[in-house]
């Protein structure tokens, strides 16, 4: 295990977006991370924008990470194909104004020394590497995960793999599809194997088709049984705290030191019945899932699945609807594994500085009934919405509620903006800006040719040295130029 450095809290680990289909948003501050909606369909497999795209795009911008003003330089190439496509990235953020506690051991005086202390992190210069497609025969990625859903999405939903903008996570997604029978495999981060977050596995079988054959008609290739076994190796079950102050101990590399880790395991088996196909796609599922750890852990899932896909035009409309109730025991939590997890493992609810995992362990609720409901629709090329809600009975604060918006397409700007809260109670709290908020609002305004504006506030969690390591909604901000040229 590292040693410890001085007792303090988690360093700048915070909510970057959620990563979701078209990516509703970026950061100058995170370039590195900067996710296009090409990139994103890759590591869902489902294409709703151009699959031909070659982009070449830089940045000059300045913000703040906490109370640290950064200049920030990068340059990136996305060249992405149906079948294949990789992605490469130069970022620097240089350190203009440095606050207390001081960085003195920044590369060169300037460059961000957290941006570079650990070997991965010289890897992100290559984003993401891909070759196939996730609906055909073979499918392998590596690098930067985004948006990945594996199944019915009731382990693992929209899960990203970079939200600790200290630490560049190299994830491996791969699927193989051989007549009735799939696969798919996936690895959180292979760099650092002791720590990966997220392994695990999905086997699945067309029943119908694998005792018919040829004669399997309409059932053949539309009734899906999967099962599925994802993991977290290392969770984190206790974190090591000062005995004075009783705050959070950080190792060296500016993470928290865990005191006890378990294996977490969440087993899973599901069915799913494709009853119309395009342009209306209606599938009813059935997911049972089981957690280690805890003393229950099951979790029930019974939902449809509606996705409406129409040529307009010069684009196509494309609404996609998942309707879902859930009978879930007192520690069961489903998905587990979602677009915040690289902060919930460390501490869920909010200020209770206790992991994710210990939280349900120790928890002593009855068992629940639940609801979950998401919806994304729009013009991919000119614009898309999107929401989340999920709560659950009981009387407790425990719903969460995500929305999002991307206007790619405007002549005069192009906007992203995203609202995440959780800790929902009842209707009137659905809509306040606290610590148990996050805010992103992007504005990308043309000023010559291919160059452009690029203004960007977000309010976003981060730990609060004062209050013992717990989260807090701090409020950031990025101004700069940059450009973008598709070749």
Do not use: C
Not at 23 to 42: H, W
Request: aromatic fraction near 10%.
């Amino acid at each position: 295990m590292t040693s410890p450095r001085n007792p303090v809290t988690f360093s700048a680990m915070r909510l970057l977006r959620a990563a979701t289909l078209g990516t509703l948003l970026s950061s100058s501050a995170a370039f590195a991370q900067e996710t296009t909606p090409s990139v994103a369909d890759a590591a869902t497999g489902t294409p709703i924008g151009p699959t031909d795209r070659k982009n070449l795009s830089g940045q000059l911008g300045f913000g703040a990470i906490g109370e640290d003003v950064f200049a920030t330089l990068g340059l990136r190439f996305n060249f992405d194909q149906e079948m294949w496509g990789f992605g490469v990235a130069v970022p620097l953020r240089i350190r203009l104004i440095d606050q207390d506690p001081q960085n003195d051991d920044d590369v060169g005086g300037l460059l961000r020394k957290e941006d570079w202390d650990e070997f991965s992190d010289f890897l992100k210069i290559i984003r993401y590497v891909y070759v196939g497609n996730k609906n055909e025969l073979f499918y392998a990625r590596i690098g930067e995960l985004s948006g990945l859903t594996i199944g019915h999405g009731t382990i693992v939903n929209d899960y990203y793999n970079g939200f600790d903008i200290d630490r560049w996570r190299i994830g491996t997604n791969l699927a193989l599809n051989i007549g009735a029978f799939g696969a798919e495999v996936v690895v959180g981060d292979i760099a650092h194997l002791s720590d990966p977050a997220l392994v695990g596995a999905r086997a699945t079988v067309k029943p119908v088709m694998l005792a018919l054959g040829d004669d399997a008609g309409f059932f053949g290739d539309r009734l899906v049984v999967g099962v599925s076994a994802m993991s977290d190796p290392t969770v984190p079950y206790e974190l090591r705290k000062d005995a004075t102050s009783g705050n959070i101990v950080l190792d060296d590399a500016q993470h928290p030191v865990v005191e006890v880790d378990r294996t977490l395991v969440i087993a899973g088996v599901d069915v799913g019945l494709r009853l119309l196909d395009k342009p209306l796609t209606i599938t009813p599922y059935v997911d049972l899932n089981k957690m280690s750890v805890v003393d229950h852990g099951w979790g029930l899932h019974i939902g449809v699945m509606w996705e409406l896909d129409v040529p307009v035009g010069i684009d196509h409309l494309i609404a996609n609807v998942r309707t879902e109730y859930r009978r879930v025991s007192g520690d069961y939590l489903g998905p587990y594994f979602d677009v915040a997890y690289e902060i919930e493992r460390y501490e869920l609810p909010a200020g209770s500085q206790s992991p994710k995992v210990r939280t349900l362990a120790d928890g002593s609720l009855p068992g629940r009934n639940g609801y979950y409901f998401s919806i994304m629709s729009g013009l991919p090329a000119w614009a898309l919405v999107r929401g989340e809600f999920i709560d659950y009975d009981g009387g407790l604060n425990d719903g969460s509620l995500r929305l999002g918006l991307d206007v790619p397409a405007l002549e005069v700007f192009k906007l992203s903006a995203f609202y995440y809260r959780v800790g929902i109670g009842s209707a009137s709290d659905l809509f306040k800006l606290d610590d148990r908020s996050a805010v992103i609002a992007k504005a990308s305004i043309p000023v010559y040719y291919v160059f452009s504006l690029e203004l960007q506030f977000r309010r976003l969690w981060k730990a609060d040295p004062n209050e013992g390591g717990s989260y807090r909604a701090v409020d950031d901000w990025s101004v700069g130029v940059g450009f973008s040229l598709d070749l």
